[in-house]
């Protein structure tokens, strides 16, 4: 016979086992481009995310692995790089927007190949740098100026945080052959969102309680 308690306890045990002691990251699944626009989701879906500005192209989960050297994009605040392909490539200087259906708390920020920026990339809000190292395109060094401006000199690659909660920021970056980025986020200023194997592993469980308790029923 079936023992329900030790099969809740394991239940909650896997729970525990998969719980991480960082928050895991979402990272932005571009789906679309348009004129000056790209379009994506995070956490599944639950948050659409809206890029507005010039670009020179959009990787919606196909094409060239410009995130290569994952240990450049990890942290102890971030445990995972971004994944192969999606991308959105910039090469013409100016204002950025990016846009949130609902506020997301300390948004992320992952950056390829940010050469010919020694002049500042200025942000709308104050910014923080977790990580640095070598990439696709060498290497290079990101600086924080002011609190809010990132001096990248070389080929920098790596990954900042906003340290605010938004629903928009912005950004200023300068004119050079092309430097890529994504969008990632850990938390929306609701609540944390709960990673889909998380969904699948409770699930899971109820399903076999539910399975059991019908078992002993049919029995009686």
Known sequence: MINCRKLVVGCVLSLA???????????????????NTASGTLFG?????????????????CGGNFWTNPATYISATVPTAPP??????????????????QA????????TSWNDQELGVTFSGPI?????????????TFSVLGGNTLIGS????????????YTSFSFTDNTE?????????QDVAAGVVPEPATY??????????????RRRRTAA
């Open 84 to 101: 192969a392909c999606d991308l959105v490539g910039l090469f013409l200087g100016g204002l950025k927007t990016i846009t949130f259906s």
């Open 45 to 61: 879906g639950a948050v659409d995310v809206t890029f507005g500005g010039e670009y020179f192209f959009v990787q919606t989960g």
């Open 104 to 111: 997301v708390v300390n948004p992320l920020i992952a950056m």
């Open 128 to 140: 923080t740098i977790l990580s640095q190292g070598p990439g696709f395109w060498g290497t290079g």
């Open 177 to 185: 052959n092309w430097h890529g980025f994504t969008i990632g986020a």
């Open 17 to 35: 086992a998969v719980t991480p002691a960082v928050a895991q990251v979402s990272w932005t699944d571009w789906t679309s481009a348009g004129t």
């Open 200 to 213: 699948a592993l409770l699930t899971g469980g109820l399903a076999v309680l539910a399975a059991v308790r």
């Open 154 to 165: 070389g080929e920098a690659h790596g990954v900042i945080q906003l340290v605010v909660t």
